[in-house]
């Protein structure tokens, strides 16, 4: 039967059937009916084509509709689509274990695959608070953590995210209470501040006996306010974990696979992390997946006397999602990370230059990957988010934020046109 619905009709059905991220049933927001995509080109269903801004949540580095990644998935699915890992293993899962453990710190020699960031977050505190376990400190059961973090929206991801942005405030009472401790002192080239560092001590020196780690999104602190901080705090946040028998957990679900310049954000640092997270762009946005790696001392710690670590989701490891992880990260082994990244930077600093001149602008910041207007006051996305395309582009502002996460692969001429778009909206603000 032919199919005889409109895009009109699919909108309405959408408004009536289906959730959105945040968002209301009663006043859902306009949602944007897509066609196809292709390289950093989003095309509508009527017909409009949009520059993508966003990576889609920053995770299509490389483009939609790579021909790479889909060779790799079309190839595994004549194999097969999945299997279940609990008895089963595959060469995917092998091959992109191995992948990511060549390309991190030396150190993380152990990987768990999970389904998305925020789990891989949960499968995080839970190896910090089993491995403690099996030191004989049963108590270290909770988790410092700088406030205007971001680590996903499950139940202990939500108790280690900020605990007043708004996000997850309505469920504070249900959460873990953790510990916080100030946001790192915004400025990827700014000194470090030793009040900083003594404020952390003093919380470490109090909570130590309860802590089990310290969870932290290194260099960038991303869904909470788009905050670039100086590298060195983390080498010494590492020096202070070791000093305080307290493992260091650094989340580069958002800054994981050359998004702030480097390949990952802990190569700005000299330190490894015990445990890391990786998500979002490590399929290159086509599909979700997530892992935790760690080292040998919290992997062998866990399993001390054949202890097995308690977590194991349905599709832990799927076969397509590793497919197209290992194909994503064959072709960023074949960019120049720091050159192409820079590149991508500076063409963002020339085009959002024209903003510092608004007076609706408070600041505006570039590192890596990331260009950043903030304004002087929180947006209305219902507002602005139709203006966006109509000129042509897709960016999708948060807060006081008017941001960029473009695919690697963008063009100068592309970025530019994101740049236009963002000086006239915040100008007509
Ligand atoms: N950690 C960070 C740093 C993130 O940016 C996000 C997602 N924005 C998450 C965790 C959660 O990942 P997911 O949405 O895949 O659950």
């Known amino acids: 039967m032919k199919n005889t619905r409109s895009t009109q009709d699919y909108v309405n ?30 095309t509508l269903s009527d017909g409009r084509t949009l520059v993508d801004g966003m990576s889609s949540w920053w995770s299509v580095i490389h483009g939609y509709n790579h021909p790479t990644i889909n060779a790799a998935i079309e190839k595994q699915i004549t194999q097969f689509s999945h299997v279940m ?25 152990r990987v768990f695959f999970s389904d ?15 491995y403690w376990n099996t030191q004989g400190k049963a108590e270290k059961q909770f988790f410092i953590t700088p406030k205007s973090g971001y680590h996903g929206d499950t139940f202990a991801a ?31 080239d700014e000194p470090v501040k030793t009040d900083y560092l003594n404020e952390i001590r003093r919380s470490f020196q109090q909570n130590h006996q ?32 070791d000093e305080f028998d307290i493992l260091l957990i650094f989340d580069e679900i958002a800054t994981g696979f050359g998004r702030t310049g480097k390949l990952f954000a802990t190569d ?53 999602a590793c497919s197209a992880a290992n194909a994503s990260l064959t072709l960023l082994s074949q960019y120049e990370i720091p050159k192409k990244i820079s590149q991508l930077e500076n063409w963002m600093k020339e085009t959002l230059a024209q903003c510092e001149a608004l007076e609706q602008v408070q600041d505006v910041r570039c590192l890596g990957g990331i260009g950043v207007v903030e304004l002087k006051n929180a947006v209305n996305l219902h507002q602005i988010q139709p203006k966006f395309v109509e000129l042509g582009v897709w960016v999708r502002p948060f807060g006081k934020l008017i941001y960029l996460m473009p695919p690697y692969v963008i063009s100068k001429d592309q970025i530019q046109k994101l740049g236009n778009a963002i000086y006239k909206v915040a100008s007509e603000l």
């Open 13 to 42: 059905l959408d408004k009536q059937l289906l959730w959105h991220p945040y968002t209301s049933m009663s006043q859902p927001t306009p949602h944007y009916l897509v066609e196809k995509a292709d390289g950093c080109q989003i």
């Open 116 to 130: 998305s960031g925020s789990v891989s977050v949960e499968v995080a505190l839970k190896m910090a608070i089993q």
């Open 210 to 241: 309860r802590i089990a780690g310290f969870i932290i999104e290194p260099v960038v602190q991303n869904a909470g306010g788009m905050r670039f901080y100086n590298p060195a705090y983390l080498n010494r946040i590492r020096e202070l974990c």
């Open 158 to 188: 939500m108790s280690v995210c900020d605990p007043e942005n708004g996000m997850h405030n309505l469920f504070s009472d249900a959460l873990t209470q953790q510990f916080f401790v100030s946001p790192p002192p915004t400025g990827f």
């Open 85 to 109: 890992f609990g008895g089963f293993t595959h060469k995917p899962a092998i091959e992109l274990a191995e992948k990511l453990i060549n390309i991190t710190h030396r150190d993380l020699q």
């Open 268 to 320: 700005h640092t000299d330190i490894c992390p015990d445990i890391m997270c990786v998500g979002k762009a490590l399929t290159g946005g086509y599909m979700t997946l997530a892992a935790t790696l760690t080292n040998d001392r919290v992997a062998l710690g866990i399993s001390h006397e054949g202890g097995v670590f308690m977590h194991g989701p349905t599709f832990m490891g799927n076969p397509l």
